[in-house]
């Protein structure tokens, strides 16, 4: 029987011929993080409240096993981890916090988060960071930072400072640079009057909120863009071009997500412009099906589009690359492999091109070779390279990882008893 070492073999083979060395390439994925987002282990619900979700938000599914408290939670990472190769980090959004004090969104502290940072030393990983600002009594009429009313700023405005700080716990604690992500729903159902004066208001927000000086050797700041919400489906505040301004004058990340744009845009043809000009990427890798609807990332021709754009152009370095999806549909630890390793396997398939020789030919007009190469790129055997990549992470090849998954929901998922009265999740 042909084993998995032999037939990397084969495989190496075949790839030097075309100059790739494939163990090079095993080195480069081994730098590769993902941070995969918390927020699919338990359908955006948190621990700070009850309270249903709001703010241009929203997850279908009643799948059995959702995890009710931090613990469950951390047990379902820890599975999804497992079967995922390599150390990556986990995203976190603020309504995560895990403790026994009763405390609001502007009264968030580090301390609030200590067990999520014990947990992610012990397991080798980063941790990000995400503001929430929604799903909260202080969401009113459809506004955060841009509402007219300066209470509500300055509840927001607070809340956006404390998240910092948190961020730069992460960074300081764990030695690895904590991504904290502004993404705020603002916006109109119906059409506006007046465009102008809620930009205004956000801007002029989040300069408060960015005004304490923080170590970017612990913390680095990003600004996401949406097209439309739930709520918001005429007028979104922080817009596409809203934020490419904000980013680009503060120099803050951008946040490009895969789902926040018009049905037939992509973000793979953006990321070489905003490499010129900007201080970083951040990237929300999601699944949009009409609309930003966060469905789990799949092997698509945009995914693949992203990954080639990272690498043909050297943008690893200064792209972080985060994960954006949450489906109630279906296991939700399957859902966090399935993203993951997909996007994982992207990246290898872009590294595994030889770069330098497309982009030769290119140069001397050769477009016929160009051609030639990268659809017969199409037949080269990647998967025994990424086979070989998971067995040497001591990672299940293939479906393997499956029957892990379905293990674990027929002896951890019964065991979690919904709450009297409660729904198994949320519904759209």
């Not at 960074?171 to 729903?185: I, K, M």
Request: negative net charge.
């Amino acid at each position: 029987m042909t084993t998995i070492t032999q037939k990397y073999e084969e495989a190496k083979e075949k790839y030097a011929s075309i100059d790739v060395d494939t163990e090079a390439v095993l080195e480069k994925m081994a730098d590769v993080k993902i941070s995969m987002h918390v927020w699919q282990g338990d359908d955006v619900r948190g621990f700070l409240s009850e309270d249903e979700l709001s703010g241009g938000i929203s997850v279908t599914g009643n799948y059995p096993g959702v995890a009710r408290s931090p613990q469950q939670l951390r047990q379902d990472l820890e599975k999804a981890f497992s079967l995922i190769p390599g150390k990556h980090k986990l995203n976190l959004h603020a309504i995560y916090l895990d403790t026994e004090e009763r405390v609001d969104l502007n009264e968030l502290e580090p301390k609030h988060f200590e067990p999520w940072v014990t947990w992610a030393k012990e397991n080798g990983l980063g941790l990000d960071f995400n503001p929430t600002f929604f799903s909260h009594p202080m969401y009113r009429d459809g506004f955060t930072l841009a509402h007219p009313n300066p209470q509500v700023r300055d509840f927001w405005i607070e809340h956006g400072k404390r998240s910092r700080r948190i961020a730069e716990y992460f960074g300081r604690e764990l030695g690895q640079v904590a991504v904290n992500n502004f993404w705020v729903p603002d916006g109109f159902k119906d059409n506006p009057v007046d465009r102008l004066t809620p930009r205004k208001r956000l801007m002029a927000s989040l300069d408060e909120i960015f005004s304490e000086e923080i170590d970017p050797a612990y913390t680095v700041d990003a600004v996401e863009s949406k097209l439309f919400g739930i709520g918001s489906e005429a007028y979104t505040v922080g817009s596409h071009e809203f934020y490419m301004g904000y980013g680009l004058t503060r120099n803050k990340l951008i946040c490009l997500d895969a789902g926040h744009f018009h049905p037939t845009e992509v973000i793979s043809n953006k990321l070489s412009s905003l490499s010129l000009f900007g201080e970083g990427m951040l990237l929300h890798v999601s699944r949009p099906v009409r609309w930003d609807s966060d469905h789990v990332v799949i092997m698509d021709d945009e995914l693949q589009e992203i990954a080639k754009e990272l690498v043909r152009n050297d943008l690893l370095g200064k792209t972080h690359v985060g994960l954006d999806f949450f489906d109630a549909t279906i296991n939700r630890v399957a859902a966090w492999v399935i993203g993951t390793r997909n996007t994982q396997k992207a990246l290898m398939k872009a590294i595994l091109e030889p770069t330098n020789v497309l982009k030769e030919a290119e140069l001397m007009g050769d477009f016929t070779t160009r051609l030639a190469l990268t659809e017969e790129l199409k037949d080269f055997p990647f998967a025994d390279i990424w086979n070989y990549y998971c067995q040497e992470n001591h990672v299940p090849i293939g479906l393997d990882w499956l029957t892990d998954v379905q293990e674990y929901e027929k002896v951890i998922l019964p065991t979690r008893q919904l709450p009297t009265g409660k729904d198994s999740c949320r519904f759209s």
